[in-house]
């Protein structure tokens, strides 16, 4: 047989044999698989560079101009559409390449901690700058997984005229929870068919379902009086600065009231100008945290009628406005289940005995069990068992009942026996614990994304496990209202006062291998015992 009439025997048999197909399909895109990890592999160089650069950028929430600039000039570079300044945020930006379904969305937060400078590799506490901001949640690390991932998967798709998009994009200002909720008001990710989301963890790990965290909404409240002269005639002022603290005393005072799960605290913001001087404006900062959507709202009128009731004893007026929610945590089961078995073929690096040495000494000097980086991965996570006592708030539960979404966790970082969100946790992450953490889990996405790029059967089932199970009977109602605005304005005085010194110590490749090198420091640096 020649010509046509051998392609239409060919067609009918696979047709009849449906298992000669599905078999053929498998073996390439397991093959595809391998060449995407080999692809990773070949670009642990540039996967390095960019760990170090963004962590010698620093830069704190809404802030973010070195780093939006870094990651979106590479991938401009690199053919991808860029859009700049989305959600009226100016550091927020959105990056496409490829075109048709399905839409696969990376992203990955980018912003700092105050005060959390550190010199990476120094198993104590050491800054760079002294007071300066740092990685000290290592978010340096996620936008080096995903646009290395990023950009294997689009040589692949090139090569192979996969169709289908893949999108980048940060997440801003995560330390105050202030932008996912704006990019799902801005319809971001509206035609987005999977979202795989990206944080530093110590170990490889995703899960499904509900998180163990809270949801949060963030409100800032300003209380108006008349200034008066604290010692010749404070009788004439109404202070603000007094309203404030009766607002922290109800607020402290309800505690004992509420529920387990429940985690209210503030800050003080504006508490006046100088002593002599009755304030006429404070402000006080207060993220409210609760298990679910209900919660939140009730402890957030509570917020606001403790407020109410400090403007009414002081005689001032009070004004509030929202600057950041996060939504709990929801993922999509069949995105985790197909993960999983792809962070079963990776595993975990192999860490030197430096690696294991510096983790060690860090937990040593935190009073923490010493037991070093992971060397075992654990099981796929599911729902947590047991009462829900609450914690920590990520933005991404916004985009989360949205799309159906997961979060990588990629093994950059360590235990140290603390919550995050210090010194400590950035001393990992410029170092090769990082890199090599960072390399594995852009070999995890990429397979990941292959695997939907090529099963859309999977596509489908992650939809339907988001229509009939997560969302069935809990309806998506943000926080945000149309007239609230990004708090663009945050960290705006922190960064101006620190950024020129900072800039000295970004990381500058063309010169040095690592930014260990360029600073001069012996990896591991640990305490000598005396």
Avoid at 190 to 206: L, P, R, W
Avoid at 479 to 492: E, G, K, V
Wanted: net charge negative.
């Amino acid at each position: 047989m020649h010509g046509r009439c051998w392609l239409a025997v060919l067609t009918l048999v696979l047709l009849a044999n449906p298992f000669t197909l599905h078999g053929q399909e498998s073996e390439r895109l397991d093959d595809l698989k391998q060449e995407a990890v080999a692809e990773v592999e070949s670009l642990r160089k540039f996967t390095q560079q960019a760990v170090d650069q963004i962590f010698s950028f620093g830069e704190l929430g809404f802030q973010e101009f070195e780093t939006s600039s870094y990651v979106t000039g590479i991938l401009s570079d690199n053919g991808f559409l860029v859009e700049q300044g989305v959600a009226e945020m100016p550091t927020a930006w959105i990056a496409t390449w490829g075109s048709g379904k399905p839409v696969i969305a990376f992203g990955s937060d980018i912003d700092g901690i105050p005060k959390a400078s550190q010199k990476p590799g120094v198993a104590y506490h050491d800054p760079i700058i002294e007071g300066a901001p740092g990685h000290g949640e290592g978010h340096n690390s996620g936008q080096a997984v995903n646009v290395t991932a990023a950009l294997v998967l689009k040589k692949l798709m090139e090569r192979e005229k996969i169709p289908g998009t893949i999108m980048l994009w940060p997440g801003v200002a995560e330390e105050q929870l202030g932008s996912k909720a704006y990019f799902v008001r801005g319809g971001l990710f509206q035609d987005v068919d999977i979202m795989i989301f990206t944080h530093v963890g110590s170990n490889m790990g995703v899960s499904w379902g509900e998180g163990s965290g809270n949801g949060l909404v963030s409100v800032e409240y300003t209380f108006h009086g008349e200034s008066a002269h604290s010692a010749g005639g404070p009788w004439s002022g109404r202070s603000a600065l007094d309203a404030v603290e009766l607002m922290n005393a109800a607020m402290n005072y309800r505690r004992e009231h509420l529920r387990l799960s429940q985690r209210t605290h503030y800050v003080i913001t504006d508490g006046g100008d100088q002593p002599n001087v009755v304030p006429s404006r404070a402000s006080v900062w207060y993220y409210f945290r609760e298990l679910d959507y209900e919660h939140i709202k009730d402890l957030f009128e509570i917020g606001n009628t403790a407020a109410e009731a400090a403007a009414k004893m002081t005689n001032t007026e009070v004004e509030w406005r929202i600057l950041g929610s996060a939504w709990p945590r929801h993922f999509n089961k069949v995105i985790a289940e197909t993960m999983y078995e792809n962070i079963k073929m990776v595993g975990l690096p192999e860490w030197s005995e430096a690696d294991q040495t510096l983790a060690r000494a860090l937990q040593e000097e935190l009073g923490a069990e010493p037991t070093g980086l992971a060397t075992e991965l654990g099981e796929l996570g599911g729902p947590p068992e047991g009462v829900r006592t609450g914690g920590g708030s990520d933005d991404i539960g916004d985009i989360s009942w949205n799309v159906p979404t997961v979060t990588l966790r990629f093994p950059s970082n360590f235990r140290t026996g603390g919550g995050g969100h210090h010194w400590s946790s950035a001393v990992a992450m410029a170092t090769p614990i990082a890199h090599k953490g960072s390399t594995a889990g852009a070999k995890v996405m990429a397979m990941t994304a292959l695997d939907f790029l090529l099963q859309p059967e999977k596509v489908e089932a992650a939809w339907t496990y988001y229509r009939d199970v997560q969302t069935k009977t809990q309806e998506y109602v943000p926080f945000i209202s149309a007239d609230d605005r990004p708090a663009t304005h945050l960290n705006r005085e922190i960064m101006s006062e620190f950024r020129e010194e900072m800039r000295k110590y970004y990381f500058d490749p063309a010169r040095y291998d690592t930014y260990l090198e360029q600073l001069g420091i012996e990896y591991p640096t640990v305490r000598q015992q005396p």
